[in-house]
């Protein structure tokens, strides 16, 4: 990318060139699975530059000075939401910060209207987390704001996912033929749906493991129709992990016991815990990622999510440098 | 006064409960079909209106055995008076309503008003479903007995299966007394669990909760069980699973005395419907919410074995679940829309694409919209679906070569809530004849109407 120099090795984001239209072709974006390779590679270029900005004592550049971006939650969120807060203060965006639980949503006012009250206050752009899958996708048919998915019920994350990616690729370089394996509640994650997406894109290989009853049943379905030769399904972790470059664990809600699910916790840590034992299949750098929060001694033992292989600290950081991308690409070049 | 005879002339009569497919004329007179023969061999009245029905099928008038027409209470989706027009531009003249109401009609009350609301505002014979348990609660019976007195013609809990096998025993021992269908809508809610889709590959690509196929097996193989124990009718409401029409096969083979449905959506949408897919277009991934319904939306092959069912009689009725929605209970995230499809005004021009690629002949699609459903329905409201001289004159006609495309904007129901919205169909309704009198003309068909004092003698 073509940056100004303002000094030796320092890149001056505002004066980025609007991004490269003719690879970017978003206004929206609500899932990974619309994306090219290009347009990931692009991504990891503009944070590659926000990661550099993130060094400076004063981590802040004025390129969304006068823009308004607005977080919409409606479910419990600590990192998602203060990292998008973040890259857009960053960027010296204003936001605003909106509870769906507890505005106009409960009123009774129905989620397009909500959407078109903030688009009225002159949102730029709306990052929203809901409960229900598909809710950014309405949004995006009713609005023009800009809507990133900041993650929609079992559906898509697609920042989460594209931050994974980055993660993986600052350590390991190339994600081609790199082999991914993902442990957990495939069923309820859109974590793993939209890595899926974004791995595949990227050449990696996936590895999905998890206890029959938290696999979708139409899992092999949506392999093969969705035309995934990459992707692969196996319920004994041990098989999964054999080989792995990447081994992604996933947050297990204790819920899922609960509904029957599981038939205890005890089992699925018994089962399915990421121990150092059961890392040594892996590759000897295999990296450990994990989306957050962490049930740390349920599926993911202490040893290793504060391991030498983890990466679960850093992809945090690399949350916020993908999210000042992700805004830059969205907002950043309507007013140049 | 007694409004004019009116002769439909040199149409293509389909009627099935005589056997008759070919060109003729059809003399209607005092409201009741007066003459059916050969074209140009009626001896008609010198005041007359005649329809030129050259190119148009002339059928007995629609028969729906299951709809929603909401009122009472939730007039907002629909009125009796609007879902019968709608019912009419659909070319149906008798609908069979669903007691999913507010309150349910569960009560000699709510079904009188729902019978005398549709005498003074309906401009097609409804005809009321009662609750088969009190409040559509699984618990206790309704007053079956009085109910059936009131004019119920089946009862249902549709929505909300009944899920103790023990009450819906009852109820089949209660009914078969009675000699009235239970009417089922098969779905095991434990197994559904709060599904919001077909279980498959698009549930799982959209992150949707999935309903899987054997949610509606289950109930159907045990309602067989019952109807088998009991010797009770029962129908089997919108049928959307290839094992369902197994189940339904082999129970018919072996003289259970069971009848089955299918709906104009389940016959042409499969699962993909949902993420906004239509035929030959890979479009933007959407959630629809007009694609949303239970039954859900299944896949190619179980449309394969419904198709295939219709044509070996195992399903012996079209109808359409027509289930009207306001916007407001589509318009948001699909997991908290409505289930339902405003399918009146569409059933035809939607099956006619089923007769157009060959699946379904013409007599079969029309056997099943007029024959077999009054069949089920029974003579307690005279002859139904037929053009039999002497018969109410319930007609329908329709160009089946005419295209259109649908505009849920145009519809007269209510519930523009349609998964059809800009599909181009070919075959139309012309007209909705109802006791002999013109209930419903399309617009783009004003020259087929005349109004003539031929012969008249001074």
């Not at chain 2, 019968?84 to 349910?104: D, L």
């Not at chain 2, 409201?381 to 904007?409: H, M, R």
Request: with cysteine; glycine share 8%.
């Amino acid at each position: 990318m073509k940056v100004t120099e303002s000094g030796p090795g320092t890149t001056i984001p505002e004066a980025f060139p609007p991004p490269l239209m003719d690879v970017w072709q978003h206004r929206h974006i609500l899932d990974l699975d619309d994306f090219t390779k290009e347009e990931i590679e692009l991504v990891f270029e503009i944070a590659d530059a926000m990661t550099e900005v993130l060094t400076r004592e004063v981590k802040r550049v004025p390129t969304l000075r006068g823009k308004t971006v607005v977080t919409l939650f409606d479910e419990p969120s600590t990192r998602t939401r203060a990292s998008f807060e973040l890259a857009a203060k960053n960027l010296s965006a204003d936001t605003v910060s909106l509870d769906a639980s507890k505005s106009s949503v409960v009123k009774g006012e129905s989620l397009v209207d909500s959407l078109r009250t903030i688009q009225a206050l002159g949102a730029d752009v709306i990052v929203m987390r809901h409960s229900q899958s598909g809710a950014p996708y309405l949004a995006a048919q009713h609005l023009n704001t800009n809507i990133i998915n900041g993650g929609d019920g079992w559906h898509a994350h697609p920042s989460q996912a594209l931050l994974d990616l980055y993660t993986i690729r600052r350590h390991l370089g190339d994600l081609t033929d790199l082999k991914v394996t993902i442990v957990g509640d495939i069923m309820h994650s859109r974590v793993a749906r939209s890595n899926i997406w974004g791995m595949t894109t990227m050449g990696a290989q996936v590895m999905l493991c998890a206890p029959p009853t938290l696999f979708p049943r139409g899992l092999a379905g949506f392999i093969s129709r969705c035309r995934l030769p990459n992707v692969r399904v196996e319920s004994r972790i041990e098989f999964a992990l054999e080989g792995a470059d990447v081994v992604m664990m996933l947050r297990l809600q204790r819920e899922r016991q609960q509904s029957g699910l599981l038939p205890s916790l005890r089992e699925y840590i018994q089962r399915y815990q990421l121990t150092l034992e059961r890392l040594s299949l892996a590759k000897p750098y295999a990296l450990v990622l994990h989306p957050g929060p962490v049930n740390e001694g349920i599926e993911i033992g202490p040893e290793v999510a504060h391991g030498a292989q983890s990466v679960i600290e850093e992809q945090v950081a690399n949350g916020v440098a993908i999210r000042m991308a992700l805004l830059y690409l969205i907002a950043g070049g309507k007013n140049k | 006064m007694m409004s004019p005879s009116l002769l439909i002339s040199g149409g293509h009569l389909v009627d099935p409960s005589q056997g008759t497919d070919g060109i003729g004329d059809l003399l209607i007179a005092e409201g009741k079909i007066a003459w059916i023969g050969d074209k140009g061999t009626a001896s008609p009245p010198p005041d007359l209106y005649t329809i030129d029905a050259t190119g148009l099928v002339v059928c007995p008038g629609f028969i729906d055995l299951h709809c929603h027409l909401r009122e009472p209470g939730f007039e907002d989706k629909e009125t009796i008076a609007t879902g019968t027009r709608a019912a009419a531009r659909g070319g149906f003249t008798t609908v069979c309503c669903m007691p999913n109401t507010n309150p349910p009609l569960d009560n000699q009350a709510s079904i009188d008003y729902v019978k005398k609301t549709a005498q003074t505002q309906g401009v097609v014979r409804v005809l009321p479903i009662a609750c088969i348990t009190k409040a559509r609660q699984g618990k206790e019976l309704t007053e079956m007995s009085e109910l059936a007195e009131m004019g119920a013609i089946g009862f249902s809990d549709d929505g909300d299966s009944v899920a103790s096998s023990r009450i819906m025993c009852l109820a089949m021992d209660y009914s078969q007394a009675l000699a009235l269908p239970i009417i089922d809508h098969c779905e095991d809610k434990e197994l559904a669990n709060g599904g919001l889709m077909n279980e498959g590959w698009v549930s799982t690509r959209l992150g949707l909760k999935g309903i899987p196929v054997a949610a509606e097996e289950i109930v159907v193989a045990r309602d067989l069980a019952l109807a088998q124990l009991t010797g009770a009718r029962l129908h089997i409401a919108h049928v959307s699973t290839r094992e369902s029409v197994e189940l339904i096969r082999r129970a018919k083979e072996k003289g259970i005395a069971v009848t089955a449905e299918a709906t104009p959506h389940h016959l042409t949408l499969t699962e993909e419907r949902v993420m906004g897919w239509q035929a030959g277009k890979n479009d933007q991934l959407t959630y629809d919410t007009n694609a949303k319904v239970n039954p859900p939306l299944r896949t190619k092959e179980d449309i394969a074995a419904l198709i295939k069912g219709l044509n070996d009689g195992v399903i012996d009725v079209i109808a359409t679940d027509h289930a009207p929605h306001t916007l407001v209970d589509k318009m948001c995230e699909f997991g908290l829309a409505a289930f339902g499809i405003s399918g009146l005004e569409t059933a035809l021009g939607c099956l006619m694409g089923l007769v157009h690629s060959g699946e379904l002949d013409l007599v079969t699609l029309v056997s099943k919209l007029t024959l077999e459903p009054a069949r089920i329905i029974g003579t307690k409201y005279g002859e139904l679906g037929t053009l039999s001289p002497g018969c109410q004159a319930d007609i329908t006609l329709f160009d089946p070569n005419k295209e259109w495309v649908v505009s849920s904007q145009g519809f007269i129901s209510k519930g523009k809530n349609t998964p059809f919205e800009g599909y181009q169909f070919k075959g139309k309704v012309v007209a909705t004849i109802f006791a002999g009198d013109i209930i419903y003309q399309a617009d783009d068909f004003a020259d087929v109407f005349h109004f003539t004092k031929q012969g008249k003698k001074s």
